[in-house]
């Protein structure tokens, strides 16, 4: 079980731009894939992006964000971050990150993959 903990959300308006971080206190992050997941008001979770272990750091994204959003890792700070470009306000949601077990799934079953626990959460509010 990895515990993780979200920052960055806020509030842009539309167009703009947040980067948030998923990090792991007492975990080697890049040992782990991990998920990105946004749930909106009245909405179901959704995974949207997922980043493998640091041996092959593979990608994918959900339809709704890709080109708009990027997963990396920063192993310095020992990171994995959501560079979120191009916002809109169907973007607006509480972001959670999860350790999984591996992205090899689709994006729509990865809930079901977690290898710890969500964190808090981290709204992202996009409004003009």
């Known amino acids: 079980q990895v515990p993780v903990v979200e920052s960055g959300g806020g509030l842009v308006q539309p167009g703009g731009s947040l980067r948030l971080s998923c990090a792991a206190p007492?975990?080697?992050?890049?040992?782990?894939?991990v998920g990105w997941f946004r749930q909106a008001p009245g909405k179901e979770r959704e995974g949207i992006s997922c980043?493998?272990?640091?041996?092959?750091?593979?990608?994918n994204y959900v339809d709704s964000v890709k080109g708009r959003f990027t997963i990396s890792r920063d192993n310095a700070k020992n990171t994995v971050d959501l560079q979120m470009n191009a916002l809109k306000p169907e973007d607006t949601a509480v972001y959670y990150c999860?350790?999984?077990?591996?992205?090899?799934?689709?994006?729509?079953?990865?809930?079901?993959?977690?290898?710890?626990?969500y964190g808090q959460g981290t709204q992202v509010t996009v409004s003009s």
């Open positions: 999860a350790a999984v077990l591996s992205c090899s799934v689709p994006l729509a079953t990865i809930h079901k993959m977690l290898s710890g626990p």
């Open positions: 007492g975990f080697t992050l890049g040992n782990y894939a």
């Open positions: 980043i493998s272990s640091s041996r092959s750091s593979t990608t």
